[in-house]
């Protein structure tokens, strides 16, 4: 039995319909800004345009849709590991005769859909979708780096548990989804969904696409903050 990586990818999450007419809009947006690593715009490290959508008024409908496709994701995410949220949290829900029944990995395979739904929007929250477009020879993200760093007093970057990444387009050489650890390259495929945990273990990298623009929506799913889940107690 292979070793899993816990990078999993997940074929035509969104149609490609809707990618092409993502990427159609954001070729004519005048929103766009360079592209920032978590200390600011460094090229070297990264060199792409991007455009934040969450909150954008204008954009909403695409960020409806972007989530929902990565909630779905998410789910088949839980399902194969549901250490994702058993390990760090602990679950307890109602038992019988009011005494509170602690989940285990084996109790998830006989959870609806919807039981499983209300668990993950519990405990997690999506994080804010930016659109990336990295040119051809030119754009990229090949420093090695993880999405867990102390930036905010708040933590919030501390919070991130899973990373995604919505493939909007293919068509190009190279600008693969590299894993340093995992020595895996995940090529880029219309409409394709990567999700993989957020810390050292997956330091990775946005190498340069080739012959062809490369565009992506990309973001995070967090815990919800400590007083959501533990009220003021902590």
Not at 38 to 58: C, M, Q, T, W, Y
Request: with cysteine.
């Amino acid at each position: 039995m292979s070793v899993p990586d816990f990078i999993e990818v997940y074929d035509n999450a969104l149609s490609a319909a809707d990618c092409a007419a993502i990427v159609e809009r954001l070729r004519h947006s005048t929103q766009l800004t360079p592209g920032q690593v978590g200390s600011g715009v460094f090229p070297e490290l990264k060199r792409s345009h991007d455009l934040r959508i969450s909150g954008n008024e204008a954009w909403r409908d695409v960020e409806q849709r972007l989530q929902q496709a990565v909630f779905n994701g998410m789910l088949h995410y839980l399902r194969r590991y549901p250490q994702v949220l058993i390990s760090p949290l602990m679950l307890q829900v109602p038992g019988t005769g009011g005494q509170a029944q602690r989940l285990s990995a084996d109790d998830f395979p006989r959870m609806d859909d919807a039981a499983l739904a209300e668990l993950a929007r519990t405990c997690l929250r999506p994080g804010a979708i930016n659109l990336q477009w990295y040119t051809a020879g030119e754009g990229g993200y090949p420093y090695w780096h993880c999405e867990l760093f102390p930036r905010d007093p708040g933590g919030e970057t501390l919070h991130r548990h899973l990373l995604w990444t919505l493939y909007l387009n293919d068509g190009f050489d190279d600008g693969e989804t590299e894993f340093l650890f995992q020595q895996r390259k995940v090529t880029p495929r219309t409409g394709s969904l990567l999700i993989a945990p957020t810390a050292f273990t997956h330091t990775h990298r946005g190498n340069r696409p080739q012959g062809g623009d490369k565009f992506i929506a990309t973001s995070w799913i967090l815990f919800q903050s400590a007083q959501r889940l533990y009220g003021d107690g902590g």
